[in-house]
């Protein structure tokens, strides 16, 4: 069936006094938007394939692009918004799902910025980053109810296999496929020089990166690709991921054709094609079958490593968390329903699980009526936009968190939400070599350092306000957090009281 013609979404705005012909953005445009007519001697626009990612915009030598959204309208309807009626037309005509990148975009309830954060005055004073001891060191895994230490005061009690962060951030899943070898060599390379964690998500481990293992997370998850011993050995800790916020209760797909020789020998699966991961791990029913899956991979690594289970943020996280926290998993990772990704159904990603910091709080407080917290840590993920977030999130009660849309951008990306069709201009999610090199990963890693760098700075600027000298004495100190704008039940789930009180 024809789709039905839409007028585009961008629109290119070309300076043509200012154009100088160089041609630079039709050698740049992987999606093929500009091009020279030669019979009229002039750089001429198909805005059909706009995603509107910059590259052009950002590469023109003289500043003659602009990529404006095209106020052409269809009649005003507050029941049927244009993207609502677009979405229509283009399923009648092509009877598929529709499938769309990144995170949630709608508008809904962004909770980080209707909590505030706490200052010291006059009684409890500051304390000053710049020359008082700050401690942004965070270790995650079990901790033991109770310290014993022998005559000589070594320690007596066994510890369990934990992870050391510098600060309490790390780099959330993404895999080796839905972004590029560049994109995957910057977020290893800044992990290791930061003192924190990246995430192989489930796309396997390229035996180029295995030398960064003490601080890569690898990921089991039901398509199982590119797990074997070698690779639970390399990583520092081992997750299980068991759901993601942008698609909760789904698996993932990445198409036949991002699925080079290199991708293939690193998933463990033929060239060519599609890697499908179904929605269940089809060897996990209950609790009791998650506990078989934990104890197997600690099995493999002697017990060395902590074991972490992925979930998204969903109705009954609370009671979800207790029961992982129960099955012998040493980490709980929470993914809120901003949470990025690779490619996913739009209307899963638009309309299905919780927001992070409602999640958290319901988690956190569960896990300590149940005087089970020290059995797990909490990793919250799922827009995690600045370091007051971090701040939020770990007041909240997360011992640290994941980011994943902030690094892409440090990355370079430019949320053009089009990840899934492989051709980002910026060389991060895309299997293209001419589209790869355009991501220098001497630079993206770079930029990786700065952002958490900062980052942290922001957060001993922030605990230092507070009156508070380390992420220890933060964590779910909700105390620290006042809600505006909220409801009741709001600041019920979320644990703070309303500002002024
Ligand atoms: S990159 Fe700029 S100057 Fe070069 S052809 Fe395109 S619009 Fe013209
Ligand atoms: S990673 Fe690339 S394709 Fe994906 S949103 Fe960013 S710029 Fe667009």
Known sequence: MPVMFLYP?????????????????????????????????????????????????????????????????????????????????????????????????????????????????VTNPSIDPLREPMETKVTLGKKPARIERNPDGSLKTEMPPQIRLSTPIMFSGMSYGSISYNAHESLARAAETLGIMYNTGEGGLHEDFYKYGPHTIVQVASGRFGVHKAYLEAGGAIEIKMGQGAKPGIGG?????????????????????????????????????????????????????PVIVKIAAVHNVAAIASGIARSGADIIAVDGFRGGTGAAPTRIRDNVGVP????????????????????VSVIAGGSIHSSADVVKAIALGADAVYIGTAALLALGCHLCRSCHAGKCNWGIATQR?????????????????????????????????????????????????????????????????????
């Open 9 to 121: 979404e961008f629109e290119v705005s070309r300076n043509t006094d200012r154009c100088i012909l160089c041609r630079a953005c039709e050698r740049q445009c992987a999606n093929e938007v500009h091009s020279y007519d030669q019979d009229e001697g002039c750089m001429k626009s198909d805005e059909s394939r706009c995603v509107n990612c910059h590259r052009c915009v950002s590469i023109c030598p003289v500043r003659a692009l602009k990529i404006v959204r095209s106020n052409h309208t269809f009649r005003p309807n507050a029941n049927w918004p244009a993207d609502t009626i677009r979405d229509v037309y283009l399923q009648a005509g092509t009877g598929g799902v529709l499938l769309g990148s990144m995170g949630n975009p709608q508008e809904l309830p962004l909770y980080w910025n209707r909590l505030l954060i706490n200052a010291s005055q």
């Open 433 to 501: 070599e001419d589209l790869v090199k355009r991501l220098n990963p001497d630079v993206g890693y770079q930029r990786l350092v700065n952002l958490v760098t900062a980052w942290t700075h922001e957060i001993k600027e922030m605990m230092g306000g507070m009156g508070i000298n380390s992420i220890e004495a933060l964590k779910g100190n909700r105390l620290m957090l006042r809600g505006v704008g909220l409801n009741e039940k709001e600041l019920s789930i979320l644990g703070v009281k309303y500002a002024g009180e």
């Open 356 to 375: 992070i910091e409602l999640a958290l709080a319901a988690v956190d407080e569960r896990l300590r009526q149940e005087g089970i917290r020290n059995e």
């Open 253 to 305: 797909h990445l198409p036949g054709k991002k699925i080079s020789a290199d991708i293939s020998a690193t998933r463990m699966i033929p060239e060519g094609s599609d890697a499908i991961s179904p929605a269940p791990h089809h060897d996990i029913y209950s609790i009791e079958d998650l506990r078989q899956l934990i104890y197997s991979l600690k099995e493999a690594v002697a017990y060395t490593k």
